[in-house]
């Protein structure tokens, strides 16, 4: 959790173009307790992207959601002196291949800030495309677009 702690705590930019504050003391309890509703913490996941033994980066996936054959990165995030150097597309690669580990799962999905557009284009880079769907702001937050890509599962010989 500390680990957690320290990485939202190296990407104050985000917190501030989501939120308009700074990574408050309490993110990393926020990100390992959020659920949507109606989920339980069967299909919740927090995943750690490590340098060595340093935790560098961190991603919330929630399975099954809003229907059963969707998975929902909430967060990827990596602490902001790792960020530009391909780490991001490598670690949300990482995750897309534990998502395709899960059989019922056919679709990849990602509500990013409209603000942050930086992000948008990592996750059209990363070969998402907007739904179309406008996500609501929640209080003290703002508006998200949602983006979906179809889950790839490369064969293995
Ligand atoms: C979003 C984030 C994970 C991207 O990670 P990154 O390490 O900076 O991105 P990478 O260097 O791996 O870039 C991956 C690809 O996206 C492209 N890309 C990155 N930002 C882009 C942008 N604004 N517009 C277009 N393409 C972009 C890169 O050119 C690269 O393309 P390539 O692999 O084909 O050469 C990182 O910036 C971050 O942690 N940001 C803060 C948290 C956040 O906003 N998360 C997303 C919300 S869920």
Redesign the pocket.
């Known amino acids: 959790m500390a680990a957690l702690q320290n990485v939202l705590e190296a990407?104050p930019?985000?917190f501030q173009?989501v939120g308009g504050v700074p990574p408050g003391p309490a993110e990393a309890q926020s990100l390992f307790t959020g659920l949507p509703l109606g989920k339980g913490y069967d299909d919740k996941f927090v995943w750690g992207f490590y340098s060595g033994a340093a935790m560098i980066?961190c991603a919330d996936v929630i399975r099954g959601y809003p229907t059963p054959d969707k998975a929902v990165?909430?967060?990827?995030?990596?602490a902001e002196p790792?960020?530009?150097?391909?780490?991001?597309?490598?670690?949300?690669t990482l995750v897309e291949q534990a998502i395709a580990g899960w059989s019922t799962i056919a679709q990849l999905r990602?509500?990013?800030?409209l603000a942050?557009?930086?992000?948008?284009?990592?996750?059209?880079?990363?070969g998402y495309v907007e739904t179309g769907e406008v996500k609501l702001a929640e209080p003290g937050q703002v508006p998200a677009a949602v983006l979906e890509k179809p889950l790839q599962r490369t064969l293995r010989a």
């Open positions: 990407a930019a985000y173009i980066g990165i909430g967060l990827l995030l990596l790792w960020q530009r150097r391909g780490l991001g597309r490598a670690f949300a990602i509500g990013v800030a942050n557009s930086r992000a948008l284009g990592f996750w059209q880079r990363m």
